[in-house]
T-cell receptor, first 117, second 108 residues
Framework: GAVVSQHPSWVICKSGTSVKIECRSL??????MFWYRQFPKQSLMLMAT?????????EQGVEKDKFLINHASLTLSTLTVTSAHPEDSSFYIC?????????????FGPGTRLTVL | EDQVTQSPEALRLQEGESSSLNCSYT??????LFWYRQDPGKGPEFLFT???AGEEKEKERLKATLTKKESFLHITAPKPEDSATYLC?????????FGTGTSLTVIP
């Protein structure tokens, strides 16, 4: 149980294009999902918290117009990197909060490697 | 200020050499402490949740313990496949706080 998937697992795009990353909780409902960014050999950096049916809460320094987050259902959140540039190249990881049980634990997806040329 | 600190940053062990990783925390209220394992290029894999001081959880060669100020992840007789970054996180109910991780390398 508690499986989170991400799609795609890797993507290469040209500068100026937009990329959408999907995060799904496969066997539980997640009212809250999180989006992280991770640079090589560094820890997770929280970008935003998304709650189903409401606007995402972005961390300081994260451009909400550049990183669009939609959490339209209890099992799906999407991150769209708009007008991507090489500096947006990174490893993006989502997690889903399973608060339906007593454990209240975050479970992570496998990550998406984005390379912008 | 709520924070989570992990030590050491990096640890190299010989195969079979047991050791412990530390996660110390100062938060206003603990609703759970979590350990994750992360392999390069992958998302963190959930290992354990601990809720109260004195609690212990085990999985294969790993054992996690919790006190009121810190948690330890004990690795008994590690194998090369245990090499990974181990992350600790704390849930205060309002927010999750992550440590920066301990990079473990087990040498055959």
């Amino acid at each position: 149980g508690a499986v989170v998937s991400q799609h795609p697992s890797w993507v290469i795009c040209k500068s100026g294009t937009s990329v959408k990353i999907e995060c799904r909780s496969l066997d539980f409902q997640a009212t809250t999902m999180f989006w992280y960014r991770q640079f090589p050999k560094q820890s997770l950096m929280l970008m935003a918290t998304s709650n189903e049916g409401s606007k995402a809460t972005y961390e300081q320094g994260v451009e909400k117009d550049k990183f669009l987050i939609n959490h339209a259902s209890l099992t799906l959140s999407t991150l769209t990197v708009t007008s991507a540039h090489p500096e947006d190249s990174s490893f993006y990881i989502c997690s889903a909060r399973d608060s339906g049980r007593a454990t209240d634990t975050q479970y992570f997806g496998p990550g998406t490697r984005l390379t912008v040329l | 200020e709520d924070q989570v600190t992990q030590s050491p940053e990096a640890l190299r062990l010989q195969e079979g050499e047991s050791s412990s990783l530390n996660c110390s925390y100062t938060v206003s209220g603990l609703r759970g402490l979590f350990w994750y394992r992360q392999d390069p290029g992958k998302g963190p894999e959930f290992l354990f949740t601990l809720y109260s001081a004195g609690e212990e959880k085990e999985k294969e060669r790993l054992k996690a313990t919790l006190t009121k100020k810190e948690s330890f992840l004990h690795i008994t007789a590690p194998k090369p496949e245990d090499s990974a970054t181990y992350l600790c996180a704390v849930n205060t109910g309002n927010q999750f706080y992550f440590g920066t991780g301990t990079s473990l390398t087990v040498i055959p």
